[in-house]
């Protein structure tokens, strides 16, 4: 006889094994799942975004923001939005604002992100032009320093070939954390001193097999200083902004043999008007971001700036030529950004989007960063030739053509000095505005595997100025289809 309780030895086995079955059969099918597992599934669950504040109705696209690792003790804060459309066929599409030392929030909250932000600082409205509804959309705040990114060891000091390699290892951390994107089509986008970003950080992506990058897209980009000094002092003229007089002192001091120089010039004469050129463009209350728009809070007295300081100014792209001027502005001028800066810094939002709370106030510009940053670059020639000589990738160029910190001649002039094949001569591109029609919406010419695009009537940020123009010019982008 067995003792009281005890099953006999070969029940005891049959009993052991079926609980053993029991407690790995929900792993075993866990695993069997995993391969079909819908987008989302491998995302980090600590990074969703639950419910985000100023929204009248939370999204019913999944959302997350957390940090990336960068080079080094960096920490790169992230915030991904999945398609619309569909996320698992859907391209992943980077984006990065300028500055440099400016936010990529900026483009999330006030340009082409799934909701924009309201002049209360505390709504947000969904916005019906954006770009995740045919994209997964990845913004992140490079470099550490930068909005709510940070560095361990609190130095911020960096340049740009640093940049580039932070965000690539940033890049390639995303894909760790979200592995059911890997192999979905990758481009890499941003604005104005993302003209250096981006194709500095496409040369390493495409060295990365791992990645499917299938093109970049840089809007109101920097490509080159000097051709954007040269072509912003004949728009600046043939805009109606210099008056004769001046334009001929130029021609005389600055030109010779009807070309002129001025980027670089040391002619006394020369420098004097164009420092002219500069207050006229940059300091004078005309809104540099675009020509038509208004001042944000008027034209600016002397009391908005601090003088005799060091020379800067956020997102400006003509630097050789701007330089020559005397104040520092803290934000980019002729902008508001109370109501961005006042919804990040909301408790409740920042708690939504996972900030550590011992990081300081969120700005939309960093100052320091700014000032300790190291440009090592005059032009993106031979990053785009590398780029274009692999005949993978499909580049887009575009410019508002009202904007004057990186005007469109110049990005017109850069890409025609790559001497690729034409294909398409210059011609207007239209969008279908519903009930007004068909409108040209601006130019482009297309030569072998790049394009050169304008959006009338925008300024530095086209998709705030012309959303519907720039998701269409988007669309067309990402599924390869003529402008």
Known sequence: MTSRGRAPPGEQGRRGAEMVRAALSPL???????????????????????????????????????????????????????????????????????????????????????????????????????????????????????????????????????????????????FCLFPEYKDNELFLTGESYAGIYIPTLAVLVMQDPSMNLQGLAVGNGLSSYEQNDNSLVYFAYYHGL????????????????????????????????????????????????????????????????????????FCLCPQALLRSGERVRMDPPCTNTTAASTYLNNPYVRKALHIPEQLPHWDMCNLLVNIQYRRLYQSMQTQYLKLLTTQKYRILLYNGDVDMACNFMGDEWFVDSLNQKMEVQRRPWLVDYGESGEQIAGFVKEFSHIAFLTIKGAGHMVPTDKPQAALTMFSRFLNKQPY
């Open 28 to 174: 075993w099918l866990l695993l069997l799942l995993l391969p079909w597992a819908p987008p989302g599934q491998a995302a980090p669950e600590a990074d969703e975004i639950q419910c985000l504040p100023g929204l009248a109705k939370q999204p019913a696209f999944r959302q997350y923001s957390g940090y990336l690792r960068g080079s080094g003790s960096k920490h790169l804060h992230y915030w991904f939005v999945e398609s619309q459309k569909d996320p698992k066929s859907s391209p992943v599409v980077l984006w990065l604002n300028g500055g440099p030392g400016c936010s990529s929030l900026d483009g999330f909250l006030t340009e082409h992100g799934p909701f924009l932000v309201q002049p209360d600082g505390a709504t947000l409205e969904y916005n019906p032009y954006s770009w995740n509804l045919i994209a997964n959309v990845l913004y992140l705040e490079s470099p550490a320093g930068v909005g709510f990114s940070y560095s361990d060891d609190k130095s911020y000091a960096t340049n740009d070939t640093e940049v580039a390699q932070s965000n690539f290892e940033a890049l390639k951390d995303f």
């Open 242 to 313: 210099l008056g004769n007089r001046l334009w001929s002192s130029l021609q005389t001091h600055c030109c010779s043999q009807n070309k002129c120089n001025f980027y670089d010039n040391t002619d006394p004469e020369c420098v004097t008007n164009l420092q002219e050129v500069s207050r006229i463009v940059s300091n004078s209350g005309l809104n540099i971001y675009n020509l038509y728009a208004p001042c944000a809070g008027g034209v600016p007295g002397h009391l908005r700036y601090e003088k005799d300081a060091v020379t800067l100014s």
